[in-house]
């Protein structure tokens, strides 16, 4: 595999930053710029992020002093730069899908963090392992865009990372008609630290802006199918979903319900959840978890605390499979939300389309 020069957009936030670390002596990418907003632009990364560094590993020292370029006033130089590049901007969703545009005509393809294009008719909103095959559709976009490399592709929200590939693997066979899915999130996935975030010690907050709406909508596409020019979404099964913020640094866990067409035994669901895997493992991409699905016999697992990082964070761990007195079967479910559900994912992505050779 060549080695691909790779450019992160919204680099001083945590997800860009974690961006930097998961590529830091990556095996196939090589971050050559940093790109983030007009304050943070002409600055060396280490004075952008001066107080501002959020993770708990340090800055790799190959970056500091690399200079911050402007997002959206140096896009042609960051085009002539990169093979590819990742977005992870805060701005206002209109923004954010011209932005992107913007750079894909510019034909430097993006694997996009942010929610502006996840429902883009003709943009993939990819779970390597249970929707590869949407990447299809880039052609297509190609074709709209009027462009000969550049594209868009994009990760599905952090919120729904855990429930639904637990999920994926019974939907063919067992047919999942219905779910319901309590989401527990971690303060990262505001973008918060403890020290930034005060009041949620010692408490629960019980709102967390258009996450439901994620979480109920967004696996429609997932399990959606390309038709034409566009991806079709799924009409079944129905998911409601609650999602609350808590107390804890990273790691989103979920209290799920499920009901089948053909209700499996409890032996058939562990075996179903033992044996998945997706393209990511048979093609062995870097990021790919060895087992995508662990599941605990323990009663009190998985927790964050001891969990979330299993397999670099990139696996999804599942305990407590038990039947329902409403739905079929009800679980608990856990993903580390920055990795696995946010950069990580993103570079699974990447990993992917590289595989494909999306960036040649």
């Known amino acids: 595999m060549k080695k ?5 957009i919204g680099a001083t936030g945590m997800v860009g930053q974690r961006f930097c670390l998961i590529l830091d002596k990556h095996p196939w990418f090589e971050i050559v710029c940093l790109a983030a907003s007009p304050r943070s632009a002409g ?4 004075e952008a992020v001066s107080g501002k560094w959020k993770l708990a590993d340090p800055m790799p020292e190959d970056l500091e002093d690399m200079i911050v370029l402007n997002a959206t006033d140096d896009v042609e130089k960051i085009a002539s730069m990169v093979d590819f590049c990742f977005c ?12 992107e545009e913007r750079y894909a005509k510019a034909e430097c393809p993006i694997v996009s963090n942010n929610s502006a294009h996840r429902f883009t008719p003709d943009v993939p909103m990819v779970i390597p392992e249970i929707n590869p095959q949407h990447v299809d559709i880039i052609p297509a976009q190609r074709k709209r865009l009027g462009t000969k490399k550049g594209f868009i592709a994009v990760k599905s929200n952090c919120s729904l990372q855990s429930y639904v590939p637990a999920l994926a693997p019974l939907m063919e066979k067992y ?10 999130q971690a303060i990262s996935g505001a973008g918060r630290t403890f020290e930034t975030f005060p009041e949620i010690l010692d408490n629960v907050i019980p709102y967390i802006g258009g996450e439901e709406e994620k979480s109920e909508k967004e696996p429609m596409k997932i399990w959606g199918h390309i038709e034409g020019d566009e991806i079709v979404n ?6 409601t979903a609650q999602c609350l913020r808590v107390p804890v640094s990273d790691g989103h866990t979920a209290a799920v319900f499920c009901s089948f067409e053909n209700k499996p035994s409890k032996e058939e669901i562990l075996a179903a959840w033992k044996s998945f895997s997706g393209v990511p493992q048979q093609l ?3 990021s790919a978890p060895k087992q995508f699905l662990h599941y605990f016999e323990e009663d009190d697992r998985p927790q964050a605390k001891l969990d979330r990082n299993l397999e670099g964070g990139m696996a999804v761990s599942i305990g407590r499979l038990r ?3 409403l739905f079929d079967y009800k679980f608990v479910c856990l993903s580390h939300n920055t990795l696995r559900g946010a950069a990580g994912g993103a570079v699974l992505l990447a990993e992917l389309l590289a595989a494909k050779g999306y960036f040649d």
């Open 234 to 239: 799924a009409t079944e099964p129905a998911i």
């Open 4 to 8: 691909y020069k790779v450019g992160i």
């Open 43 to 46: 600055k060396t990364f280490k």
């Open 88 to 99: 992870a901007v805060d701005m206002k969703k209109d923004e954010i899908r011209a932005l």
């Open 323 to 325: 039947e329902d007195t």
């Open 175 to 184: 047919k999942v008609t219905k779910a319901l899915a309590c989401t527990y």
């Open 284 to 286: 062995k991409l870097p």
